[in-house]
């Protein structure tokens, strides 16, 4: 057991857990931050997609012991933190889009779609269908084109 | 004890029981059916209505117009003995809220903002004024409270609508007391009793005045639907908030107290069983791990970390027992269906008459969620809690204390809302595995099946074939013959129990069939006039862990319809819209079609391998219409994109759907839009391949489920008007048409008729994982993935 600690949605938190404990489970099991949700445990479904220093990842694929003090990691429950309204305007879109069916995919969902935005405008450019393409989470009640909507709805007010 | 608001005096000859104060005097219209509702004894006001079967009062009601106050004075409500069982209730509280717990299961299909809907309808609510949660298993409901066959809304629609207008009837009663008023000078709107000179009571301040210290039992009639505010409206769903912010809880996380990570090392074969743990002490030692325990599924290993569950699951060493298919493949159950296949007849032909066959097979598929299959369970020596998505709880109650040897008394069973069903959810197997599992470690356990165990030893779908053959004559069909042969799908989870007990409202051509049969023949109807129609099913095989995907056999048997169709229709050199047009028996089918080949601009020129394809469905007490277009072109294709399916792309999907009287056309919609993923992976991308007794899928990168790159960029639904007084289903009705418009689309595109689904079954797409052990490390490389 080592302690551990980094930035959990704008805070520093320490945790004592083996070095080799992924980064969702240290989310899940031990600090019950829970949005980040379990859908494969292989970076494939991308349900617990986060992100760490403003960047989408996949906790689950990542131990623990490659989180540095500084690190900044960012779950849904943080996400409306990094924007100045209420909630952040992906939120937002996605309420009005009305995108969400069972949920359970939805907050890495939106995190995904936060940073594909950011990674777009970070190159000039407005997200393309392209782009929607490449967006790999898995939305098993199939709500992928309302989330297409949502994703260029919200990127118009980030 | 008496209620509170006062006895009532009795009019002379006016009979007790026979009034309305449910609804509103302006509204009130003395032919409209009334039914029974109940005022139940609570600190505030709690009312009931029976669930089954709401009782109708309608020999009660006078034909004569009524003057409400005469009634209002009244003895309006009976002192009653409460039906013992079968109520739902609504309380209100003193916040001004109205719960309600719904003896439904919500996956995502949006039941719990329908009813919130329903509710606020009824009683003059707003709707984020009215709380909805899932009520745990409840015995005495018997068999009604199982989630299944799109029958949500049907079945509850007039219970909840009961139980609300009498809350409302009542509160206007608490109201004209405190106010000295009259009914009929009384309004309600947004939850507020509004009165003459300006004066009003909110619904929170009436909750208390309005609570009966007795049962009493009333009569209430309910909106006429011209009235509708609320029903009707797009409403976006009541759980959004939650779920966008990652508030709205799972099974998983829940923080039950000392309900550790569970999760189970399977066996390498499907249904194969644990013989020996070979290193106990080792598994024992791994960082993490509290307890091993060898269940009847394989061995169980609860940890801190569900991280620390997968390393111990990878290091298990055991012998096991192959299971009952431990040998079979593909190729070896298509044998076996084949075998069992029933011979279609061969009628006799007018002279000149022609005869098409055609036979299309259906592979296995998963019916997972993206929630695997999960339940936390507290057994005690005496008792046992378990939490848990369920569409079946009742059944899964029994179940549970079986398997832990307690009376059903003993084990509660809360039903928690889940990450997706399309049928996963209709069996309690995580609940009762976790139960024996708790058992076995005399702790409290958080079981989650890894998502490998998913589809290699979860639910699937049944492999399937179906036959057709028809006989025609100058263009007209004479005869229309369809064989499906399955292996058998699980239907003990309740649904046995409700047809047995509706067996006196079945036609007349079910008795003495199978259960599977009847519920084949209970779903299946050809919407065609094409003469003398049979549709029949045989089954085979009960060793597979099946269950009823979402729409059960409607996606295969459509698929197969609505193919043979446009063969039938090329044959009678039609076109498969005008075909289709000339054969549909109902005005409603006929509607969504045109509404598809209108506003999706049927038989507009398109390129070369690019094709529109367009497919009816009638069920559900409804109909729909979908039309595709799709690419098939070299370029789309052979797209490349890392662990994925890509092949052809649907690039436009227009639905058109009547499910009679919707109540939120928003969620319908969005049901649509689900069927519509679902029936893009249905018949191009994902199935199951079985090989040498195993299912070589074990993750998303796997089996080949829609995803974006397979994601139509335009989708359109209409919700078509209905005059209809009933709601029809919505979950599962947006699949078949959708998978039969895709598969006519590429028939058409490729001018080749594919024959097996999905199309891409027999094309390798994956490297297998191994089988033990039976799940794959957890990767280290995330951070190599960023963007």
């Known amino acids: 057991m080592t302690k551990r600690s980094f930035v959990l949605n704008g805070k520093q938190v320490t945790v004592d857990v083996e070095d080799d404990v992924r980064v969702l489970w240290v989310l899940r099991d031990v600090l019950k931050v829970t949005g980040p949700k379990y859908g494969c445990g292989i970076n494939v479904c991308k349900a617990c997609t986060s992100h760490i220093n403003g960047k989408a990842f996949n906790p689950c694929s990542v131990r623990i012991a490659d989180i540095k003090p500084t690190d900044r990691i960012t779950t849904i429950e943080g996400l409306a933190d990094t924007a100045s309204g209420e909630l952040h305007p992906m939120q937002e879109a996605w309420l009005e889009q009305d995108v969400a069916q069972c949920g359970y995919c939805q907050p890495g969902q939106i995190m995904a779609a936060v940073a594909k935005v950011n990674q777009a405008k970070a190159q000039g450019r407005t997200i393309s269908d392209a782009d929607l393409d490449e967006i790999r989470n898995v939305c098993r009640c199939g709500t992928y084109f309302r989330i297409r909507q949502a994703i260029k709805s919200g990127a118009a007010k980030m | ?787």
């Open chain 2, 1 to 787: 004890m008496n209620d509170p608001l006062g006895p009532t005096p009795t009019q002379a000859g006016v009979a007790p029981a026979e009034t309305v104060p449910g609804a509103a005097a302006s509204r009130r219209r003395p032919s409209r059916r009334a039914f029974i509702g109940y005022v139940v004894s609570g600190a505030t006001l709690v009312t009931a209505a029976q669930f089954a079967q709401p009782e109708t009062a309608d020999a009660a009601i006078p034909s004569v117009p009524q003057i409400p106050e005469l009634f209002d004075l009244e003895d309006l409500e009976t002192q009653s003995a409460l039906p013992t069982s079968g109520l739902i209730t609504i309380t209100m509280d003193e916040q001004g809220y109205a719960n309600f717990a719904l003896p439904r299961m919500e996956v995502g299909q949006g039941i719990t903002t329908s009813t919130a809907m329903i509710i606020a309808e009824e009683l003059d609510l707003p709707v984020d004024k009215v709380r909805v949660s899932l009520a745990p298993a409840r015995p005495e409901l018997v068999f009604n409270q199982l989630t299944g066959g799109s029958n949500t809304t049907n079945s509850t629609f007039t219970p909840i609508r009961v139980a609300a207008a009498t809350a409302r009837g009542r509160l206007l009663q608490a109201a004209a007391t405190q106010l000295g008023a009259t009914l009929s000078q009384l309004t309600t709107k947004a939850g507020v009793v509004l009165g003459p000179g300006g004066k009003s009571l909110t619904y929170a301040e009436l909750s208390i005045k309005a609570a009966s210290l007795v049962d009493l039992k009333v009569t209430v009639t309910l909106k006429q639907s011209a009235d509708f505010t609320v029903i009707g409206t797009p409403t976006k769903r009541v759980d959004a908030r939650d779920i966008v912010t990652g508030a709205k809880k799972f099974v998983t996380d829940l923080d039950v107290p000392d309900a550790l990570p569970t999760m189970v090392c399977r066996p390498p074969t499907l249904n194969g069983k644990p013989v020996a743990l070979r290193n106990r002490e080792q598994v024992l030692r791994m960082p993490g791990v509290t307890d091993v325990a060898q269940v009847d599924t394989g061995i169980a290993i609860r940890a801190k970390t569900f991280g620390q569950c997968i390393d111990a699951v990878r290091a298990v060493q055991a012998d096991w027992a192959g299971g009952p298919t431990a040998s079979e493949s593909d190729d070896s159950i298509l044998a076996e269906i084949r075998r069992a296949e029933v011979p279609l007849a061969v009628p006799k032909l007018p002279l000149l008459a022609v005869q098409l066959d055609a036979k299309f097979e259906f592979m296995f598929r998963s019916s997972a969620a993206l929630e695997p299959n999960c339940a936390i369970a507290d057994v005690r020596d005496d008792s046992a809690t378990v939490w848990a998505g369920l569409k079946a709880p009742i059944v899964a109650q029994g179940n549970i204390a079986k398997a832990v040897g307690l009376p059903v008394s003993k084990v509660k069973v809360n039903v928690v809302t889940g990450g997706g069903s399309f049928g996963h959810k209709l069996f309690g197997d995580a609940a009762i595995e976790a139960a024996k599992i708790s058992k076995a470690m005399r702790k409290p356990v958080k079981l989650l099946w890894h998502r490998a165990d998913e589809p290699r030893q979860g639910r699937v779908h049944p492999m399937a074939t179906s036959r057709l053959r028809a006989t025609m004559l100058a263009g007209e069909v004479l005869t229309f013959e369809q064989r499906h042969t399955s292996v058998a799908t699980d239907f003990s989870h309740g649904l046995g129990e409700m047809l047995v007990a509706t067996a006196a409202k079945l036609p007349p051509g079910l008795v003495g069939v199978g259960l599977s049969q009847s519920i084949f023949l209970l779903t299946q109807e050809l919407p065609y006039n094409f003469g003398v129609v049979t549709q029949l099913l045989n089954e085979t095989d009960t060793r597979f862990n099946t269950g009823s995907m979402r729409a059960i056999y409607s996606p295969d048997v459509a698929c197969a319809n609505e193919l043979f169709i446009d063969l039938l229709a090329k044959k009678a050199g039609k076109d498969p819209l005008a075909f289709r047009l000339a054969n549909l028996k109902q005005a409603n089918v006929k509607a969504v079609l045109q509404k598809v080949a209108q506003v999706g601009n049927w038989g507009r020129p398109m390129a070369p391998g690019t094709a529109q394809g367009i497919a009816v469905h009638r069920e559900y007490k409804g109909a729909t219409a979908c039309l595709v277009e799709i690419d098939c072109r070299p370029a789309t294709v052979n797209r490349t994109i890392r662990d994925a399916v890509t092949g052809p792309r649907v690039t436009k999907v227009v639905m058109a759907v009547d499910a009679g009287l919707v109540v939120n056309p928003e969620g319908l919609k969005a049901q649509m839009l689900g069927g519509v993923s679902d029936g893009i992976g249905l018949a191009l991308t994902n199935s199951l391949h079985l090989k040498d007794g195993h299912f070589l899928e074990a993750s998303w990168d796997n089996y080949f489920y829609t995803r974006q790159w397979n994601t139509p960029p335009e989708f359109e639904c209409v919700v078509m008007p209905s005059t209809s007084s009933e709601p029809g289903g919505a979950g599962e009705a947006g699949v078949p048409a959708s998978v039969a418009a895709v598969a006519c689309a590429y028939a058409r595109a490729t001018g080749k008729v594919p024959t097996r689904f999905p199309i891409n079954h027999d094309t390798s797409s994956f490297e297998v994982k191994s089988f033990v052990p039976p799940v794959p490390e957890s990767p280290t490389d995330g951070l190599s993935y960023t963007f």
